[in-house]
């Protein structure tokens, strides 16, 4: 019943002391806001870490919401913060972007092939891969542009830019990730050669 109500609705209820309203927006959201915690810190406990307390966060600070932006903007504001905060705690490197990170292994199963689906995968496990090696700015605007749908504005917001900067920053991350993918991609046809 409850995943039918909104955002703002069930904010109110939270607020009207309703836990388990929040606990629906909480199951709405972990998803895309975990992914964005990903993108800052390349590890899925840190990761982890990172989306708790945001959602500490913005539970702590749900009565200050003053819907002037959706509540996935507001949130996301807070995912970027926090990140942040966690990348300067911990003074990750973010510049070395050819570190050898672990792979994925697509399991090949003989039943239910289904070729669209597999160059689907293949596709998703290349463009992600490619992500995770853009800085964390880069990932971030690509991943709340294109998969989490935000526009220029709301970036902006959450990032606390202005939306040309935006503008400049998504135009840039793309072809950092055109590029990115080239040699990746590039270095996949020289291993099966």
């Known amino acids: 019943m409850q995943s039918k ?3 703002i609705e069930l904010i109110e209820q939270t607020l009207g002391g309703n836990q388990s309203a929040y606990a629906d ?3 709405r959201h972990q998803r ?3 992914t964005l915690a990903l ?3 390349k590890g899925r406990e840190d990761a982890e ?13 749900l009565s200050s919401f003053q819907q002037q932006s959706k509540f996935s903007t507001w949130l996301y504001s807070i995912v970027y913060t926090t990140a942040m905060t966690f990348l300067r705690k911990r003074k990750l490197d973010t510049s070395s972007i050819d570190d050898d990170e672990s792979y994925i ?4 199963k003989p039943s239910g092939y289904d070729e669209y689906n597999v160059e689907n995968k293949s596709r998703s496990y290349y ?3 490619a992500i995770e090696q853009l800085l964390p700015d880069d990932a971030t605007i690509i991943t709340m542009f294109y998969k989490g749908e935000q526009s220029l504005e709301e970036i902006a917001q959450v990032m606390g830019i202005e939306a040309n900067t935006v503008k400049v ?5 793309r072809q950092r990730l055109k590029e990115r993918l080239e040699r990746n991609l590039k270095h996949e046809v020289n291993e099966l050669i």
């Open 169 to 173: 920053k998504l135009f840039r991350a």
């Open 5 to 7: 109500l909104s955002d």
């Open 25 to 27: 927006l909480v199951k």
């Open 49 to 61: 870490e990172i989306a708790q307390d945001c959602f500490i966060k913005a539970y702590r600070s």
């Open 105 to 108: 292994q697509i399991e090949n």
């Open 32 to 34: 895309f806001v975990f």
């Open 127 to 129: 463009i992600n891969q």
């Open 39 to 41: 993108r800052f810190s």
